[in-house]
């Protein structure tokens, strides 16, 4: 009992600390998720808590971890394959320690909001100052005026704050205040997370912001006016940095409609830039040889440059850079099935919220179950380039609000 105390205790703190690892890169955040991980299979165990696998959520996961291992074991490059398949089982593990800990600790979602604001505080402070100075808190160069994380070389500032956006509304509702001291902080962190995306020149990441800020928009009923104000001063403010510095508007705007093919003379528009269009057809070439099984987790780059596959020279990269393509080619129609699924029930809900907001009855789900919802909306959204799919950094943030939603859902049906 000792024991299980004690690792309740780090299991919380270890979770609370995840967005500001994330700020480090890939490493620290999946230490702690490897560790937590580890820790709940003892817990699990010693306390028979196995409520947290007869439910829908880890079937569904296990069904999909089960296969994708089965995938890399018939694959033409196993070993290379397993690396990602067979760890991947701490990302289910980790987001039933979140259901868990929230479970059992009172004042966990408080405590974690607070570690989440002081995040994005950090992360919005570290991007205003790479703004001004051209380079990280630790001195490391931004390159060609892209915002870099904390303590990492990776562009990734702005689908840090894009993807946890949403999560940060959520906590921002639950704890939610009529204090104005309060409503000054969420007027300055809205803004602020809205330009500094914008200034990032991570284009997938401004338009994952804007589709869950008007998905929050339309869907929630507290802080509805007050995000669409904040959005209109965030539109203000754009407006006037991309006039003083065009270089940030050459790219997320001019650079963009260059790429798509708009306003060229070649009659062609294309779906993404043509270097990820290139991947894309790639893939699906592959995925044409490959249609049921995939040709296992992760080995795009391994087949990408053989010529039947290839489209062009550009055809060949580390993954596809979007995510259903990449399932596709990779794991197969079989292995996407679960995602499928998925993508159903959220889109089935979604639609059923909107029609009982619309006939104005009881919605079947809160606003801090809305801004959940919207943070899936952002990892499963299919028209933009995407991260791989096996990455571990991105994978921390897809499945971090799964543990939140899944408690939200299962308090409720105890009530």
């Known amino acids: 009992m000792y024991i299980n105390k004690k690792l309740n205790l780090i299991l919380k703190y270890l979770i609370c600390l995840i967005p500001m690892a994330l700020l ?5 955040p999946d230490l702690f998720v490897t560790i937590i991980s580890i820790s709940f299979i003892y817990i699990l165990i010693q306390e028979k808590r196995y409520q947290y696998i007869d439910n829908i959520f880890t079937k569904l996961f296990l069904i999909f971890y089960i296969y994708i291992l089965l995938s890399s074991l018939i694959s033409e490059n196993i070993f290379f394959s397993l690396k990602s398949s067979i760890v991947y089982l701490r990302f289910g593990l980790f987001t039933l320690a979140v259901w868990y800990i929230i479970d ?3 004042n966990f979602i408080r405590i974690f909001g607070i570690f989440l604001i002081i995040s994005f505080i950090l992360a919005l402070f570290s991007g205003f100052y790479q703004y001004i100075y051209g380079e990280t808190l630790l001195g490391v160069k931004a390159v060609n005026n892209r915002l ?7 562009l990734l500032l702005g689908h840090y ?6 999560l ?3 906590m921002l509702i639950y704890n939610l205040k009529t204090d104005y001291k309060y409503f000054i902080l969420l007027f300055i962190l809205f803004i602020s997370s809205d330009v500094i995306v914008f200034i990032s020149g991570e284009r997938t990441a401004l338009g994952l912001l804007v589709i869950a800020s008007f998905f929050i928009l339309i869907m929630i009923k507290k802080l509805k006016l007050f995000r669409l104000f904040t959005l209109l001063c965030s539109l203000v403010v754009v407006l006037l940095i991309s006039i003083n510095n065009p270089s940030i508007k050459e790219r997320n705007i001019d650079y963009t409609i260059k790429q798509l093919g708009i306003n060229q003379e070649s009659d062609k528009i294309n779906i993404f830039s043509p270097i990820h269009e290139s991947h894309l057809i790639t ?10 099984f995939g040709i296992g987790p992760n080995n795009f780059r391994k087949f990408c440059d053989k010529q039947e596959y290839q489209h062009d020279e550009k055809s060949c990269t580390t993954h596809p850079h979007n995510t259903y393509i990449q399932l596709l080619s990779e794991i197969g129609i079989f292995g996407m099935l679960p995602i499928i699924l998925v993508v159903y029930y959220l889109i089935k809900v979604s639609i059923n919220h909107i029609i009982q907001i619309l006939r104005q009855t009881k919605t079947h789900f809160d606003d801090y179950q809305v801004c959940l919802i919207a943070c899936f909306l952002c990892t499963l959204w299919p028209f933009f380039p995407t991260l791989n ?3 571990n950094w991105i994978n921390i943030i897809y499945y ?7 408690h939200s859902i299962y308090v409720k049906k105890q009530k």
């Open 24 to 28: 480090t890169g890939p490493f620290i």
């Open 104 to 106: 059992n600790n009172k």
């Open 148 to 154: 870099l994380l904390i303590g990492s070389d990776g």
């Open 161 to 166: 704050i894009s993807r946890l956006f949403p």
């Open 168 to 170: 940060l509304v959520a």
């Open 283 to 292: 893939a699906w070439n592959i995925f044409k040889d490959y249609p049921y």
């Open 389 to 391: 799919f096996f990455n």
């Open 400 to 406: 971090l609000p799964v543990g939140f939603f899944l």
